[in-house]
């Protein structure tokens, strides 16, 4: 019999001190044995993330508070443990992975202190013995060149390696057990195995226990060795990934399974237009830094890139991080400057236009940002960021706001919401706004840069279904950048496959994604999480109809 690593039992957590029926976690219990990995999945709002920030006991400084229940850590009770017990068993027994590495890392110091810093809090380890740990955890987390890492700063490391870094920080005292809130969600799909796999071979060579929280439930079949389903704060559902994927007995779990986007790309439609909306020939960025010899050195980000945009179609430009996509979109929206090529605009060459004359230009082209929470002025409420666009091209202001409420209506979101601010939103709707302010111009061309990659999955499978009546209403072209094969298989009519800032195969969709030639692009599918589950079934494949 294994040992309970974490028992949580009639968890209740409510908001504010004087709302006894303001619930945010009800009744929750579960139970997770060393060696085992349980997923906590549902939608955003749901409740995972606070049943993770209440085992570690981090509400403190939030309207949160556990109302009653019991969490109990290797026997020990949790709740009500003195503070200073906490910060012991914080790394030493229990430890967390936070969804975003870079805002969890702190960016004024290098990894290694980092990592180290674990270590002088919680052992008796001198500099050198703690030095040599933490090379041994960078290269336990399979990170190349240990040395380098250790030295350089987050925000010189790519996702995938900060990550890595992250969980390094969290394995170093072998703790009981981790908590990986949403470790993968923001990754392309080969990093994403890659952290899989690692968690997995940690995993069973420590008999860590594993929380795992997601809402992509190809890295739940992947991973769990049980599932545990949330709704509104409540555990809906649990099992192992066969009963609860294959067969499920909740609406709320076939609701989720049954927005899991399908690998297998859409039907091919015909060709809506001729016209072509934007295009690029032998684009090409490279970036310029000097070394301590004043050597001039250069990456090349972007080399020789050529594809074609018609109006109505969507193309999608898929890869791994690092390779290019983002790059790409920027120079084609003349954000950054590209180091040659040409860059045409329906007919219209705008790759040397100077600012005043690609002024007029700026408004047939929008962009759609990965994080509406950062892309959206804070302290500007909805009906301005929408409006602020219209009134930099001369709309008055009465007119602007007219509009506004019809633009809301457009993307599905409620006209109360004109004076909203961002944070009052949920993520979804932040994303409805970005997509209003970006039509707001009357853009022919709209490029979306990871713009569905951190929603959940019935919120991304909302927001694809409104891209996809945005463009047959309006005739828009879309440039869809994204790391999700699933995704591009659903919106997009034609796929650009990018590595190392190339193009390694181009065609349609339908044709690339089921009968792949290159390596590379069949390296991307054989990596895609969960890929041999059909969702929309409710059921794996080999497990034929209950």
Not at 53 to 68: C, F, K, N, P, V
Not at 244 to 254: K, N
Request: proline share 5%.
């Amino acid at each position: 019999m294994r040992k309970t690593v974490l028992q949580i039992s009639d968890l209740n957590v409510r908001r504010g001190q004087s709302a006894p029926d303001n619930c945010v976690l009800e009744d929750v219990s579960f139970a997770i044995s060393e060696g085992e990995t349980l997923c906590l999945v549902g939608e955003s709002g749901s409740g995972k993330t606070v049943t993770a920030l209440s085992i570690m006991e981090l509400l403190a400084g939030t309207d949160l508070r556990i109302a009653s229940g019991s969490i109990r850590l290797c026997g020990e009770e949790l709740i009500g443990t003195p503070r200073q017990r906490l910060r012991k068993l914080r790394g030493t027994r229990m430890a967390m992975i936070f969804q975003e590495p870079m805002a969890a890392l702190n960016p004024v110091m290098t990894i290694g202190d980092q990592i180290e810093e674990v270590l002088r809090a919680h052992t008796g380890l001198g500099s050198l013995e703690r030095r040599d740990r933490v090379r041994e955890m960078l290269a336990r987390v399979e990170l190349p060149d240990v040395a380098r890492m250790a030295s350089a700063y987050p925000h010189q490391l790519s996702g995938g390696q900060r990550q890595r870094a992250m969980i390094a920080m969290s394995l170093i005292l072998q703790p009981k057990l981790l908590i990986a809130d949403e470790p993968t969600s923001a990754l392309d799909v080969r990093t994403q195995k890659q952290l899989l796999n690692l968690l997995r071979s940690l995993r069973d060579l420590h008999g860590t226990a594993i929380l795992f929280v997601t809402h992509d439930m190809g890295v739940v079949a992947e991973i769990a060795d049980r599932v545990a389903v949330m709704r509104q704060g409540r555990i809906v559902e649990s099992g192992t990934p066969q009963s609860v994927l294959g067969a499920p007995g909740h609406d709320y779990t076939r609701k989720l399974l049954a927005a899991v986007p399908d690998l297998a790309p859409k039907k091919p439609r015909a060709a809506t237009s001729a016209e072509v909306a934007l295009s690029a020939r032998s684009l090409s960025k490279t970036y310029g830094d000097r070394s301590r010899l004043l050597a001039r050195q250069t990456t090349p980000a972007l080399v020789d890139v050529d594809l074609t945009l018609h109006q109505g179609r969507t193309l999608g430009i898929v890869g791994e991080s690092g390779s290019g996509k983002s790059t790409l979109a920027r120079c084609l929206l003349r954000l950054i400057e590209p180091s040659s090529g040409r860059i045409f605009l329906g007919a219209t060459d705008i790759s040397a236009l100077r600012r005043n004359a690609l002024m007029p230009h700026r408004r047939e082209i929008q962009f759609v940002m990965q994080d509406p929470y950062r892309s959206l002025n804070p302290r500007l409420p909805v009906g301005e960021i929408v409006m602020e666009g219209p009134l930099n091209f001369g709309v008055p202001r009465e007119q602007a706001l007219r509009e506004v409420a019809d633009l809301l209506g457009l993307v599905g979101l409620a006209p109360r919401l004109i004076s909203s601010l961002p944070h009052q939103l949920s993520g979804g709707q932040r994303q409805r706004v970005a997509l209003a302010r970006a039509l707001a111009l009357k853009p022919c061309v709209l490029v979306a840069d990871e713009a569905v990659s951190a929603l959940d999955m019935s919120t991304q499978a909302d927001i694809l279904q409104l891209l996809a009546k945005l463009q047959e209403q309006f005739g828009l072209a879309i440039l869809f950048v994204t790391h999700d094969l699933r995704v591009a298989a659903q919106i997009c009519d034609d796929v650009a496959i990018m590595r190392e800032g190339r193009i390694v195969e181009y065609g349609p969709a339908a044709d690339l994604l089921t009968g792949p030639r290159h390596a590379y692009t069949k390296a991307l599918i054989d990596s895609v999480p969960g890929r041999h589950w059909n969702f929309s079934a409710s059921r794996p494949p080999d497990v034929a109809a209950p």
